[in-house]
């Protein structure tokens, strides 16, 4: 054998020889254990089968070469010299473990077989060792089990057949009252199962054992799961498998052997200071069990200082090592410690701010490490109030629905406007519950502690309004019905009445019946710090989307450098200016429609003097109205009834009026700019309202700079019909004033062809802002409001890789972002690009916006921190 | 002067000057004159400045350079030699006329100055000259009117005015009434109106009238509706004007002078035979008025055979030259024939293709220069029925609406579906008149002659399906208003009942009262011919749109190579399928879909045997289910009531279930594949059925190929998952029959993000075909059933250059189109692509597929003429 030993590559690895070998060779888990072993950790020992004798497997028709079984058997030989056990022993018996050991963990590749080497004579070795019959005769028949199931593919359910007719015979309910003869029955049943199934003996010899479960593994490489995983996640760079062989070592041998678990810091705490729990002469099933309680690790102290000692040492080497807090894995047999696993501990969103930020303090990591340990979702959970834990243990879950906003809340059920108006002004806390909600709903919504509908997802009209209000929201749960005339609420089975106090949890997408605790969101000193450090590095800047001066402090608040979107059309719906807005509508004269213009002039201008004034010398775009007319007209017949007294029009001629504006696609009708080419009037008025506020601020001597955004555009020329508008009557405003106000005019982006035009559109606008939601719609030909009725077969089929409305679609807008601001570069190097709506705090999206080098980003104010942070780790990740 | 003469640039050309100077440099109608002139015709002489005089204007702050006018004055001498007058001469007195001349024509120009060189003294040699003195005045006050218009910038209505004092002190009503005395009255007050508000003399000397003459030309390059024009249709390659200058010849000269028109083929008949007409000491405003009945041509030969055989050596020698019809002016003057114009004759569609023809035929012309002096649009009106011409001058104009269908057509009003049934089962001609059409109105608009809608456009659902059917229809005609209750029509003020009848006009757009007269179309041998040599230069396929057997066959007789688009969803509408339809769509389980499903099978599969029958050997496309299911259910109230009767459901479960299927969006909703990744069982039925059809022809040794087309993908994993089904059913299916049948599965483009992955969608499909309907409408956000709302000020505000849903556009749909392609090429070299949809017959479009390379494309069945010389032109112009 010497001979092939020079001759032969190298296919087996033992841990010392792992270190510095590519995890591609000796796979992902392996690199792991022998980067613990080079720092000097008692790891139980053991060995690995490169990826590269996998490699040769198949390429002999699934027969592994005989020099592979060569060097595995050499690497056998020198385990048992360094545990110091046999694997053939009465003494001291040598157990194994196999595991598959890709270069990264994949779902569908075969499991762990514990305990090999394992048969009937060691069986008997094993009890006299650890002075527990029991223990040896569950291990075995788990390890046949085991080795049955992944090994030579017999099906679970035949083995748990044969348990339960053992249990039946005897009257035993659990697994753990089977007697150590129950226990011998059922490894002989065991056996003959495999016999019966699979026409072969299960093997007695470790060495069968052993190479049988090496195939084993190679083989699960290619089984349809694994195919299937592989392909679904697009994963082409991950070849062949390697196997992992270790020796098995024991905390319930006798009182002189422990299991247990540690922290490198406190877990509920997340101070700097050991923590951990141990039993004595336990498994480690049995302290997640929580059957026996524990003790604390510093009573491990007093009962074995020496391995106290070691452990002590170990965790700070290891937190020194990984600059991470560790969660730890330990065993000790006999006196010996031995460290089976260790991790990056988990953590809550609090954990890991805290955390990140008293490492930089302790001189463990840099700021860009702690910035990066922080990921940005997990901020979301910092800024919302949750369900407290243990309230769901005893609540009554009504359903689930789909995600829309996080957060979670408590309120009443109400089923009129006019009772939520009267009840929130009373001051209950009232709630929101529909099939779906419109803009007429603005000022329900506004005063709702939550919002239920039953259609709709994560982007419905309900969703993003309740975003942007930051209220928690669930979408889509389309079990409820509401009856608004017998004023009934039904869910499932359950039938609720007004005044019924309903709880949601936004984050898990469940509504429950009655009130839950709730826990307020805290946020602690070391966030403001964090945070700075993320401004620190950034090169994004960070606005927010906001249409009231409130919205604007809010954001201000967590420093969001400007507002990106203003959108205008929330400022129509309020009760003293949706009458003007409709008699505009309805007006069929310019004359009567520039009357009832003049009459939203002083409540616009007032908007941008508040806006203005919240962002001080923050810049604020302000996009002209977007949204067809009809959505400012009531549906119910009652409100057009209603309304037609108001206006004194006959009900007839405003239904045909209403009819008329009715449209079969609203998201691609008459709308955006579309309307100014109909009615100049309304750009006329918006801009002078904009130019007004900015000059009456011009005289307290605020320097204000507003910038005008066009929406839907499509055909330069468009853009162009709007900019001689805005220009011709930002003059005359700023005449009338004495005060000249400099404004820029751009654009928005949310027309695919506009995109692919974006060399022309610069020729007119001086800034743009990427529409990602409507290029998402528009280019997916996919309506928001529609897609929550068979979004979920998309979901179930595994079609999406991730929802285009949360992640941006890299190979759909991703491109035509990319296209457009290299046209747009061609004509206008030095332009201000950014993105406004959904994606614009989606770390992934983000990041994307970074590279492809925009500007801005822009989100509700609440998401500010998350995008600063998404927008520091786009700079330390991409900027090398 | 002799020492400019060689010093100096040339300025100004004379027409022997003129042949192979850049027509830049002396306009293009210049350059036409030299080249009659070179052709050895009498053309009256003149000169022109050229274009670079016109430069060197205003680089001298529009002054003319004395080099330019003293070149003028060379050319005048020279004129008066060459005409044998004098400028100022009291015998025979030299006129001259004044025009812009750029290269090519441009509206907002300058326009012709007449008679130039008049004044009070040559208006009496004039007279004496002409024998005419009320011809000399009436010229004289012209004259003053135009110069004082378009060279002093007078308005013309204060002309107009003096000249009506001068009729109301007389009592006149006719201009042509007044007296010699009169027009001296008129003269007198032209020239104080232009001192009054010019504060100028109009200028008496023939020089200065010259002088300001050419400067006025110049000033117009650049007046507004110049800039605008020039701007509006993006022309920049045009610049500077010219000025030409010509000598007036009179054929009111005494009775030795004539005035005339003809063409070198006869206008009616289109044969090759000599035809015009002419008047006696006339002028052309007296052939055009028709007062006088003007000499055939013939008779010029008895009257001057001099002249006569000087003409028709000329007609022939143009013909010969330009390889065309001419359409010739002349004028004799005083024994002598002047040619005034020449030009390409207008012509009819068929006069287009008989001539082509009869040239080729004749040696004249060569196939290609045949196919390309055809416009494909042209033959439209060869393909549809026509409103006889004089039957409109007595007609009652309703209504004008927009573009939908071209063709004719008369009928009687009806009001309700019932009714159009009976009607139409009775042999009458029925109606359909709708704000708007749905696909419900299938039946009915199949028994109608036309369609008119008050809503939509060019491409809304009435429009498409009317040019399917290739029935005449009007949309947007939206002075309309149905009341089907009180069963009246209203137009305007006139209001109509059951059974009055209509006549549309599709080409204009028009609706007429009453019935007027319609011909039919009649396809000649010439057309045949034509459509041969077309086919022998074209390089892409024409196939057709084509859902049933009938349209199958009409498409072959217009000989389409295959169908490449049937819609199967237009089978379902039929009253013994839509009930299976609506029965699947209401079934809330698998199973109940399932059954549904199978009665579905039968006709779907009989549908796709007479398909694959009628179009032989030719490949078949079957595109599967594509629109939302709601479309197959009804929306009123009492089809509703009756629905629930015949499928035994209530009435409110009925309408829960229909307001549920309700999408906001509905193209951007559930539809296409999407509806197979929630109903697989769609799909697998659909499959069934081709593949069935298939098998059963091959049992009588038909070999067919299908093809199926899945719809409104976006992602890869969706066709994958279409993919799957299809070969499941298919191979099961083609084991049941024992029968191997060769097909393909390939996919539409029609959603914007496909387009730009379509080197993922090669992958794994096998053809594609771009639905530039929907990229259209989904890229310009622009909903075709909503846009006619608002489409009208789109066109007013001149913000289209063409309507995107006739012509593709280039700059959205094209580049997409271009990137797939690249794309896809990329992963498949060898495929078929094509496009379906409105764009497939339009020529402009038909020559970017050409260009871009794509194999097929496709149009309804009447189109495929258009489409077949479309496509030859492509090559012809394209492939050099």
């Not at 035993?172 to 150590?180: F, G, H, R, W």
């Not at 004595?280 to 106290?308: F, H, K, S």
């Not at 309307?675 to 005289?699: D, H, N, R």
């Not at 743009?768 to 030909?781: A, E």
């Amino acid at each position: 054998m010497g001979l092939f030993w020079t001759k032969t590559k190298k296919f087996v690895y033992s841990f010392d020889e792992g270190k510095g070998v590519n995890k591609y060779i000796i796979g992902g888990k392996w690199a792991n254990l022998a980067e613990m072993m080079s720092l000097g950790l008692p790891i139980p020992d053991g060995f690995t089968v490169s990826t590269e004798a996998c490699e040769l497997y198949y390429q002999n028709n699934k027969v592994n070469a005989q020099e592979v079984l060569d060097q595995v058997e050499l690497k056998l030989q020198k385990l048992e010299k360094t545990m110091g056990k046999k694997l053939w022993n009465s003494q001291d018996p040598l157990l194994v473990s196999v595991r598959s050991g890709a270069a990264a963990s994949m779902p569908g590749m075969m499991d762990t077989v514990l305990n090999l080497w394992l048969n009937d004579e060691s069986v008997v070795w094993l009890a006299n060792k650890t002075w527990n019959e029991r223990f040896a005769w569950d291990s075995y028949r788990r390890f046949i089990q085991m080795f049955g199931d992944v090994v030579m593919w017999v099906e679970h359910r035949h083995f748990e057949e044969q348990l339960q007719k053992v249990k039946n015979e005897k009257w035993i309910k659990n697994d753990t009252d089977l007697s150590v003869e129950d226990l011998q029955k059922v490894v002989y049943l065991y056996k003959e199962t495999i016999q019966k199934n699979t026409g072969k003996m299960f093997p007695n010899d470790g060495r069968e054992q052993l190479t049988m479960s090496i195939d084993a593994v190679f083989n699960s490489w290619n089984n349809d799961r694994a195919i299937v995983y592989r392909k679904l996640n697009n994963i082409k760079w991950l070849i062949w498998t390697a196997v992992n062989i270790q020796s098995m070592v024991f905390g319930n041998m006798w009182e002189t052997s422990w299991t247990g678990v540690c922290f490198t810091r406190n877990p509920s705490t997340w101070e700097n200071k050991f923590y951990g729990e141990y039993l004595m002469n336990a498994q480690w099933e049995d302290v997640v069990a929580g059957i026996r309680t524990p003790l604390e690790i510093a009573e491990l102290e007093r009962q074995m200082p020496d391995c106290y000692a070691e452990l002590v040492d170990i965790y700070k080497n290891l937190e020194k090592h990984y600059k991470d807090m560790q969660d730890l894995e330990f065993t000790i047999q006999e006196w010996k410690l031995y460290i089976l696993q260790t991790r990056s501990g988990k953590r809550t969103a609090a954990a890991a701010v805290k955390m990140a930020v008293d490492m930089v303090k302790e001189w463990l990591i840099d700021e860009k490490t702690a910035i990066l340990r922080v990921e940005p979702e997990q901020l979301d959970a910092l800024l919302h109030k949750q369900i407290e834990v243990s309230a769901k243990n005893s609540a009554e879950l009504l359903t689930k629905g789909l995600p829309a906003s996080p957060g979670a809340g408590v309120g009443q059920i109400v089923f009129t406007a006019e009772d939520a108006h009267e009840w929130a002004q009373e001051g209950k806390k009232i709630l929101l519950i529909r099939t779906e909600t419109s803009p007429e709903d603005i000022q329900w919504m506004h005063a709702s502690q939550w919002i239920l509908t039953a259609r709709g997802w994560m982007t419905s009209h309900a969703a993003v309004v309740a975003r942007w209000m930051w209220k928690c929201c669930v979408a889509g749960a389309n079990e409820i019905t509401i009856d608004e005339k017998s004023k009934t609420l039904t869910i499932g089975q359950r039938v609720f009445k007004e005044w019924d106090i309903l709880t949601l949890d936004g984050s898990t997408w469940e509504v429950f019946a009655g009130e839950l605790k709730t826990v307020d969101p805290e946020l602690s000193w070391d966030f403001a710090i964090l945070m700075q450090w993320a401004d620190k590095y950034r090169k994004l800047w960070i606005r927010t989307n906001a249409d009231t001066p409130n919205d604007a402090l809010m954001a201000k608040k967590f420093w969001a450098e400007g507002i990106w979107l203003c959108r205008t059309e929330h400022m129509f719906f309020a009760d003293d200016r949706i009458k003007a807005v409709r008699e505009m509508i309805l007006s069929d004269s310019l004359d009567g429609r520039k009357k009832a213009l003049a009459k939203l002039l002083p409540f616009q201008k007032e908007d941008f003097v508040g806006l203005f004034n919240a962002m001080e010398w923050f810049p604020v775009t302000i996009r002209f109205l977007d949204p067809p007319l009809h959505e400012f007209l009531p549906t119910e017949e009652e409100d057009i009834v209603e309304l037609s007294k108001d206006m004194n029009v006959e009900v007839s001629i405003l239904k045909d009026r209403i009819n008329w504006l009715h449209e079969f696609n609203p998201m691609l009708g008459h709308r955006g700019c579309r309307l100014v080419i109909s009615y100049p009037e309304i750009a006329e008025m918006q801009t002078e309202a904009v130019i007004s506020a900015a000059c009456e601020l011009a005289k307290e001597w605020k320097q204000i700079t507003p910038e005008i955004m066009i929406p839907l555009v499509w055909f330069k020329q468009e853009l162009d019909f709007n900019l001689e508008i805005v220009h011709r009557v930002a003059k005359s405003t700023m005449e009338k004033y004495g005060i000249e106000v400099n404004y820029t005019v751009g654009t928005m982006i949310e027309v695919p062809r506009w995109a692919l035009t974006a060399d022309k559109v610069a020729e007119s606008a001086e800034f743009f802002s990427f529409g990602t939601n409507d290029l998402t719609q528009m280019g997916l030909g996919f309506s928001r409001d529609d897609a929550g009725k068979f979004i979920k077969e998309y979901v179930n089929q595994s079609i999406f890789d991730k929802d285009p409305f949360q992640t941006l679609d890299q190979e759909w807008v991703g491109q035509l972002v990319e296209i457009a601001v290299e046209k747009w570069k061609s004509t206008r190097p030095n332009i201000k690009l950014g993105i406004c709506g959904e994606h614009g705090w989606d770390p992934a999206s983000i990041e994307f916006c970074h590279r492809v080098g925009l500007t801005y980003v822009s989100c509700s104010p609440y998401r500010v921190p998350i995008a600063r942070l998404a927008a520091a780790h786009a700079t330390l990740k991409n900027d090398k």
